[in-house]
Every structure is written in structure tokens, then in C-alpha cells.
């Protein structure tokens, strides 16, 4: 596709329930990023590939979240027993080459936990 | 710590009234200062990357600038299509981009 793609666009879940939520980055893009970006804040990181392998997971908030990019392209953010505070917009990035000199971005998997 | 801050958080200008954003960093490792613009609903978007201090870089009516220290984001002459969120973020070794809070602009016409 043209750019990268998250589905779904919004996502509602009673508390204690799992999501997964997707990126489609660009084709041929090396590097993929996850961010949580809170109302009227910047976006945070969460967690980094480049192809299938998964370099930073630093800022994964806790061990309820989880994200894989099995074949290089493709990634799930899979949140596990969702809580109110996971509320938020995900953002997905990717990148053409590993130096991720400049990121593209999705618009994003708005997810409300109730 | 690693830190971007932006200010002022939100700024409201006449159209045609020019104006400076600024994006403040503590960082450690700096490979480059990068500026977005986020408009609502939607992720956000490249506008420029600076290396070095010194460095200048122009799109339209926006100047982006680098010191040691900070970061401007220069808007000559906006028009209401620039409304919008400006984010900056340094990137740094270990390929970690950190994010400021980004300053909300509406140019009113």
C-alpha cells in the first residue's frame, strides 16, 4: 500500500478483555515501531523491530503487553487483561532502512477500555 | 535522563502573524532533531531532520533551526492550513526516538 496501514481504526474493550491491534507497514521497510500516545502528549515508545527481530522492548509497559512481527512485515501489538490506564492511541512507524532516519506513520488504533 | 521539551504547549497567531516554536533537548547520543506535524485523527508527519548545530532547513513557510541545545520552528506568514500539532523528537544511538508534547498552533483567519 501507499503508506502504513492500522486496523482497527478504534478499537472498544471491557476491562479485563485481550486486543490485538495491527500495523501493515510500508513494503520493504526494515524497522517498525509501536508508540502509545496519550490525549494531548507526545508519542511514547514501546518497541522497536527491525525485520522479524525485535530489538528494544523497553518501553512495553508491562508484561500484559506484548508485539511480534513473525515474517518482517506485518506486527500485532496484543494487549492482554486490558486496564482503563491502557487507554490511548497506538501508533505504528515504520522505516526503509535500519538507521530509521525518517519515520512514517500510521493514524493510529484508538482503544478504549471501559 | 533523555528529554524533549516543547514549548509554548499551544499558540494561537493571526493569520500572517510569524512566529518561533521551540523544542528544548537533554539528550544523550543526539543522531538527529526531528520535526512532525500531527494533524487530528491522524498519525504524525515528516516534515524535516536536523544533524548538526547550525544547520537550516525550509519548506514553505517553515524554517526549522538547530543549536547545541534547542531547537526553532519558524513560521513565516501562516495560514489557517497550519493549524495544527508540531511534535519534535530526538533521535538517539540505539535508534530510541523521545518525543516532546508537542505545541498545538491555530491560525485563525
Known amino acids: 500500500g501507499a503508506g502504513v496501514s492500522q486496523s482497527p481504526r478504534y478499537k472498544v474493550a471491557k476491562r479485563g478483555q485481550d486486543v490485538a491491534l495491527r500495523c501493515d507497514p510500508i513494503?520493504?521497510?526494515?524497522?517498525l515501531f509501536w508508540y502509545q500516545q496519550a490525549l494531548g502528549q507526545g508519542p511514547e515508545f514501546l518497541t522497536y523491530?527491525?525485520?522479524?527481530?525485535?530489538?528494544?522492548k523497553s518501553g512495553l509497559p508491562s508484561d500484559r503487553f506484548f508485539a511480534e512481527r513473525p515474517e518482517g512485515s506485518v506486527s500485532t501489538l496484543k494487549i492482554q487483561r486490558t486496564q482503563q490506564e491502557d487507554s490511548a492511541v497506538y501508533l505504528c512507524?515504520?522505516?526503509?532502512?535500519?538507521?530509521?532516519?525518517?519515520?512514517?506513520f500510521g493514524s493510529g488504533t484508538q482503544l478504549s477500555v471501559l | 535522563e533523555d528529554q524533549v521539551t516543547q514549548s509554548p504547549e499551544a499558540l494561537r497567531l493571526q493569520e500572517g502573524e510569524s512566529s518561533s516554536l521551540n523544542c528544548s533537548y537533554t539528550?544523550?547520543?543526539?543522531?538527529?532533531l526531528f520535526w512532525y506535524r500531527q494533524d487530528p485523527g491522524k498519525g504524525p508527519e515528516f516534515l524535516f531532520t536536523?544533524?548538526?548545530a547550525g544547520e537550516e532547513k525550509e519548506k514553505e513557510r517553515l524554517k526549522a533551526t538547530l543549536t547545541k541545545k534547542e531547537s526553532f520552528l519558524h513560521i513565516t506568514a501562516p495560514k489557517p492550513e497550519d493549524s495544527a500539532t508540531y511534535l519534535c523528537?530526538?533521535?538517539?544511538?540505539?535508534?530510541?526516538?523521545?518525543f516532546g508534547t508537542g505545541t498545538s498552533l491555530t491560525v485563525i483567519p
Open positions: 512507524a515504520s522505516s526503509f532502512t535500519a538507521a530509521n532516519e525518517k519515520l512514517f
Open positions: 513494503s520493504g521497510h526494515v524497522s
Open positions: 523491530f527491525q525485520n522479524e527481530a525485535q530489538l528494544d
Open positions: 539528550v544523550s547520543g543526539l543522531r538527529g
Open positions: 536536523l544533524y548538526s
Open positions: 523528537a530526538a533521535l538517539v544511538t540505539g535508534n530510541q526516538f523521545y
